[in-house]
Nanobody, 118 residues
Framework: QVQLVESGGGLVQAGGSLRLSCAAS????????MGWFRQAPGKQRELVSFATSGGGSNYADSVKGRFTISRDNARNTVYLQMNSLKPEDTAVYYCYLHDQWPTGRLYWGQGTQVTVSS
């Protein structure tokens, strides 16, 4: 019954910005993590960032200083502000919800394509 809908991907030039959104609906526990993985053809899946329901956050080294994650717990929505985008950021970004952390299951969004041209 839990569903995640994400949006905000697109095509931008290097140095540009995008803002991803991911909204979760359904029966969601109060303690959870939400964030994004990304995957590009020929590359390993990478955890980009996540935010906890308690206000904490984490970033991959490759995006530190450029990406910012935030949450609206009342709306079960997470945002990823991506600045100073690089071609290496090109990937499909998959939002996830880890419900009832750490014992609960994971739910996934449908993915959104981010393409950064040189």
């Amino acid at each position: 019954q839990v569903q995640l809908v994400e949006s905000g991907g697109g095509l931008v030039q290097a140095g540009g910005s995008l803002r991803l959104s991911c909204a979760a609906s359904g029966s969601i526990a109060s303690i959870n993590h939400m964030g994004w993985f990304r995957q590009a053809p020929g590359k390993q899946r990478e955890l980009v960032s996540f935010a906890t329901s308690g206000g904490g956050s984490n970033y991959a080294d490759s995006v530190k200083g450029r990406f910012t994650i935030s949450r609206d717990n009342a709306r079960n929505t997470v945002y990823l502000q991506m600045n100073s985008l690089k071609p290496e950021d090109t990937a499909v970004y998959y939002c996830y919800l880890h419900d009832q952390w750490p014992t609960g299951r994971l739910y996934w969004g449908q993915g959104t394509q981010v393409t950064v041209s040189s």
